[in-house]
């Protein structure tokens, strides 16, 4: 079934257990090979309300949101560590019975999949990655500074903890969000029981949960296509480079006008690139 709409503009009426609590999902299409699409933080599926109908005119498109994120629980005392997501996306497969699908993954998406693959023997016929975490020192920034002072952030009052949000949501993009956007990326957020869940799951991303698969990144077999925005201000230029040169026989393509989010800033130049074949390993 696919994404439905409501006041938001995005539905996932599908609903799968995991260990801690309800993960929600659709699939688009359905005539064509399966392509999986996995967002990152702080964001949703909805990341994709854009790209993925355009790319079910000629794929099955499948879109969840992790758990603790958009639709999906949010609950105190989650495991929502890169490891556990992974584990988690590699079942997600399975559970689908999808043996090797396309995976196309952005920010922390990045790392999950990688994980997945490498660790967790989660099989893929191609992968796309773009602006993501992959390795490497990523803990950076306004990310740092939560990681290490989540009980702060935590007790900040409502409206400043949404001021915070919203500004890094706006760093994402290059272009710029529009309000509506903005405004939905937002909405799992808000209140007490969302600023806290922003904190849990930023609390919990951590370098030591890439390092593990770091090694293995150049042996990675199957064909990898690597999108990265020149003006992203999130994972900067350098990040593409640095995961290019683990990866080498990648395809790497940079995205002129665009930063973190090219979902948001470059929809139909990323529908391009997703509908071309990913050159095989030469």
Same mark, same amino acid.
Do not use: K
């Given at each position: 079934?696919?994404?439905?709409?409501?006041?938001?503009?995005?539905?996932?009426?599908?609903?799968?257990? #995991?260990?801690?609590?309800?993960?929600?999902?659709?699939?688009?299409?359905?005539?064509?090979? %399966?392509?999986?699409?996995?967002?990152?933080?702080?964001?949703?599926?909805?990341?994709?309300?854009?790209?993925?109908? /355009?790319?079910?005119? #000629? +794929?099955?498109?499948?879109?969840?949101?992790?758990?603790?994120?958009? !639709?999906?629980?949010?609950?105190?005392?989650?495991?929502?560590?890169? $490891? /556990?997501?992974?584990?988690?996306?590699?079942?997600?497969?399975?559970?689908?019975?999808?043996?090797?699908?396309?995976?196309?993954?952005?920010?922390?998406?990045?790392?999950?999949?990688?994980?997945?693959?490498?660790?967790?023997?989660?099989?893929?016929?191609?992968? #796309?990655?773009?602006?993501?975490?992959?390795?490497?020192?990523?803990?950076?920034?306004?990310?740092?500074?939560?990681?290490?002072? %989540?009980?702060?952030?935590?007790?900040?009052?409502?409206?400043?903890?949404?001021?915070?949000?919203?500004?890094?949501?706006?760093? $994402?993009?290059?272009?710029?969000? +529009?309000?509506?956007?903005?405004?939905?990326?937002?909405?799992?957020?808000?209140?007490?029981?969302?600023? $806290?869940?922003?904190?849990?799951?930023?609390?919990?991303?951590?370098?030591?949960?890439?390092?593990?698969?770091?090694?293995?990144?150049?042996?990675?077999?199957?064909?990898?296509?690597?999108?990265?925005?020149?003006?992203?201000?999130?994972?900067? %230029?350098?990040?593409?480079?640095?995961?290019?040169?683990?990866? %080498?026989?990648?395809?790497?393509?940079?995205?002129?006008?665009?930063?973190?989010?090219? !979902?948001?800033?470059?929809?139909?130049?990323?529908?391009?690139?997703?509908?071309?074949?990913?050159?095989?390993?030469?």
């Amino acid at each position: 079934m696919g994404a439905g709409q409501d006041g938001t503009g995005w539905v996932l009426p599908e609903a799968v257990e #995991t260990d801690d609590g309800v993960v929600r999902w659709a699939r688009l299409g359905g005539r064509g090979e %399966p392509m999986v699409l996995v967002h990152g933080t702080p964001y949703s599926s909805y990341l994709w309300r854009d790209v993925a109908p /355009a790319l079910a005119r #000629t +794929r099955t498109v499948y879109v969840f949101d992790h758990l603790g994120y958009g !639709q999906s629980d949010q609950h105190e005392g989650q495991d929502l560590t890169l $490891a /556990a997501q992974a584990r988690r996306f590699a079942r997600l497969l399975e559970h689908w019975g999808l043996e090797a699908p396309s995976v196309v993954a952005n920010d922390i998406g990045g790392a999950i999949v990688l994980r997945a693959h490498l660790l967790e023997e989660a099989r893929y016929g191609d992968l #796309t990655i773009f602006d993501a975490v992959s390795g490497g020192r990523w803990e950076r920034g306004l990310f740092a500074l939560m990681r290490e002072n %989540p009980e702060v952030f935590a007790a900040l009052p409502g409206y400043a903890h949404e001021a915070l949000v919203a500004a890094h949501l706006r760093n $994402a993009s290059h272009r710029g969000l +529009r309000p509506e956007v903005l405004d939905t990326y937002l909405a799992p957020w808000r209140g007490a029981d969302g600023q $806290a869940a922003y904190y849990r799951q930023y609390r919990q991303l951590a370098e030591a949960d890439t390092r593990p698969y770091e090694p293995l990144l150049a042996d990675i077999s199957i064909p990898v296509r690597l999108l990265w925005g020149r003006h992203d201000r999130i994972l900067p %230029p350098e990040y593409g480079t640095w995961l290019h040169e683990h990866i %080498p026989h990648a395809e790497m393509h940079w995205i002129d006008d665009a930063g973190h989010l090219l !979902q948001e800033d470059a929809p139909a130049r990323l529908v391009a690139h997703l509908l071309a074949d990913v050159p095989a390993p030469r």
